[in-house]
């Protein structure tokens, strides 16, 4: 008897299991997936998906990107804008300068720059180091044109491995080598000013060092486009170059005065090109009016700012030659009225 109600129940259960498997909830959990995407409530418009599992997945991983990533860019973004304005603030004369370039010589343009007609500048402030001269030698070849070139600036004799130092407090722009000006060192200041260094046989400091007035900065030599070692030094503002002879006195190794005002019309009259070409003619007129010939040759008479160096110049000579021509020595002082073979 008991085996007959076992086997019934048997009978019974397998009967249920496999009515169970083709009942209709079942066959609708089978197709379920291609119903749910084939109409979506949300979003009916939207496609059927292939995969189920692995297309849901990333369709969740691309929606979490687009809704986080755009957020991190702008905040990164912002942060990277912040840092770069605190980056500039890091360095002189920022409120001048909308970049830090340690890469181009001369990246500015004074036109665009110079927004206004003057500028006072102070050369040096009581808590900073004050002035040196970069070398104390004579000068060779003064600011103005030269041989129909341009020359932006004032060489002064040395020899290679002299030591050449940082004529401001400053931070350092440029240290490298450069075709036209050999081995170089550009020098920012607070004031807006740069100092150039040109022709180094050695830099002894690099791109954004700070460096204070006496510090060396280099050594003297004969690199780039140069004829006999000098040391070739530049002043500019805002990219202008200016007469450094006007604001240095070389032959004391002093300032003439601290604080100079820079004009749009100095730059017009006095530094820019053609207005010194007009002002070498006018030099050179005088020296024909106030030389004269003599066996020996040309001799002329030393007038007042008159250095050797500009008497060679306005003469296309060297200050070499004319102390041999006059058997005098290179530190000579000129007199007013002294006559001079050239």
């Known amino acids: 008897m008991k085996t007959k109600h076992l086997s019934a129940f048997i009978l019974m259960m397998s009967t249920s299991l496999v009515l169970s498997a083709f009942s209709p909830d079942n066959l609708h959990t089978s197709i379920k997936p291609k119903t749910f995407f084939a109409f979506n409530a949300l979003n009916p418009d939207e496609k059927p998906a292939k995969d189920d599992g692995k297309k849901k997945a990333v369709k969740r991983d691309d929606t979490l990107k687009t809704t986080i990533n755009p957020l991190a860019l702008v905040i990164s973004g912002d942060d990277h804008e912040d840092e770069e304005v605190d980056s500039l603030l890091a360095f002189p004369s920022n409120d001048l300068y909308s970049s830090w370039d340690t890469t181009v010589i001369h990246p500015y343009s004074f036109a665009e720059s110079f927004k206004q007609d003057s500028a006072i500048v102070r050369l040096t402030e009581p808590t900073d180091c004050g002035f040196v001269l ?18 932006y600036g004032t060489d002064i004799d040395l020899e290679t491995g002299d030591t050449v130092m940082a004529a401001f407090d400053g931070m350092v722009r440029i240290a490298k080598l450069n075709r036209s000006y050999g081995n170089v060192v550009i020098i920012r200041h607070k004031n807006g000013l740069e100092t150039v260094y040109a022709h180094l046989s050695k830099i002894l400091v690099e791109a954004g060092q700070t460096v204070e007035a006496g510090q060396q900065i280099g050594l003297g030599g004969n690199t780039g486009h140069s004829f006999g070692s000098h040391l070739h030094f530049e002043m500019r503002y805002l990219g202008q170059a200016m007469d450094a002879e006007d604001f240095i006195d070389f032959a004391t190794g002093t300032l003439k005065k601290n604080e100079c005002m820079i004009t749009r019309a100095d730059v017009e009259t006095k530094y820019d090109l053609r207005a010194l070409h007009s002002r070498q003619k006018k030099d050179l007129n005088l020296t024909r009016v106030t030389g004269s010939k003599s066996k020996h040759g040309k001799v002329i008479t030393v007038k007042k700012g008159d250095t050797l160096g500009r008497i060679a110049q306005r003469n296309h000579t060297t200050i070499k030659a004319i102390c041999k021509k006059n058997g005098i020595k290179q530190t000579k002082v000129l007199r007013l009225g002294q006559k001079l073979k050239v």
């Open 134 to 151: 970069p070398f104390n030698g004579n000068v060779t070849s003064e600011f103005g044109w030269r041989k129909r070139r341009p020359h």
